[in-house]
Nanobody
Framework: QAQLVESGGGLVQAGGSLTVSCAAS????????MGWYRQAPEKQRDLVATTTARGRINYADSVKGRFTNSRDDAKNTVILQMNNLKPEDTAVYYC???????????????WGRGTQVTVSS
């Protein structure tokens, strides 16, 4: 089995910065896309930022220029640095990864349990 564990997040004032981190562990052969989604109360889960194994990064328009998604393939980790945070960034942030566990399997989507980010105005 494989799992994703997030850390970081918390409460910050508007304009501040936070970092959320995610570590993948377990039986992992390869990770393709890895990154973050978020879900605000009573809203759908939306993409924040992802990075493919080839290094292609995709950001939601609302976070471009403020958030940076960095992955370390040697450690199977991804870090989301969030700057100039706004109240509308308040949400539960979920780590996401497409993981291939062995040569006989395909890629499977994994999700972390989520970490709360709250931005006060």
């Amino acid at each position: 089995q494989a799992q994703l564990v997030e850390s970081g997040g918390g409460l910050v004032q508007a304009g501040g910065s936070l970092t959320v981190s995610c570590a993948a562990s377990g039986t992992i052969l390869r990770i393709d896309t890895m990154g973050w989604y978020r879900q605000a109360p009573e809203k759908q889960r939306d993409l924040v930022a992802t990075t493919t194994a080839r290094g292609r990064i995709n950001y939601a328009d609302s976070v471009k220029g403020r958030f940076t998604n960095s992955r370390d393939d040697a450690k199977n980790t991804v870090i989301l640095q969030m700057n100039n945070l706004k109240p509308e960034d308040t949400a539960v942030y979920y780590c996401f990864a497409e993981i291939k566990r062995n040569y006989g399997s395909g890629y499977v989507d994994y999700w972390g349990r989520g970490t709360q980010v709250t931005v006060s105005s």
